[in-house]
């Protein structure tokens, strides 16, 4: 009986011939494209999250145009000085932003009591200091929280405002802590009819 060269399979099932045992270099071969291609995907995956990285940040997370001239209207809706109940001041500021952070100051304008307007012009205007920052969302409408410190004529007062965009301005409430008010507040920007009212000294 004819004997059948070649190798024997490990697993002790069948015969293969010589001509069918692999090669090294295409091992070799396979072995190096396995590798490139895993490198290529890698550095393809590192370059996609990168953009949209940087697409979260500018775009979604953007903070949105505040540099600029604005006014400000405060409504009294509750409060522990009755003469106050429906007031509303209105005032004039400078903003611009730092990073996530809100900066600048206002000024007085004008306050309506019982239907009678006073027009604060020049040095009967009370100053203030602005300070906040905004707070972005992924998913909604970005807020901004404002902490305003005024020097009133006879003492200094402080307010927050929590404000959304909406309809082009900036609405929301107000917490005072001049006789303990509270009510709503609208922020407008670019809107100048306010800083040249009356006369100035």
Known sequence: MRKRSGARRSGGWG????????????????????ILLQIISGVSC??????????????????????????????VQSTSYRPFTNMTIQYVALLWTEGDRVLGSCEKATECVDGKV??????????????????KRLFGRASI???????????????IHRVSHSAGRWTGHFVWTAANSAGSVVWNQGDHDLLFTGSTD
């Open 15 to 34: 015969w293969y011939g010589c001509g069918d045992l692999p090669v090294a270099g295409s091992i070799t071969d396979m072995l190096l494209d396995d």
């Open 118 to 135: 006073h027009v604060h012009v020049g040095r009967g205007r009370t100053q203030g200091i602005v300070r906040g920052r905004v707070q």
């Open 145 to 159: 929280i404002i902490h305003v410190t005024e020097n009133g004529t006879s003492r200094t007062s402080t307010s």
């Open 46 to 75: 590192a370059i996609l999250l990168a953009a949209l990285g940087v697409w979260y940040h500018s775009w979604l997370l953007r903070t949105p145009v505040i540099d600029g001239f604005w006014t400000f209207e405060l409504r």
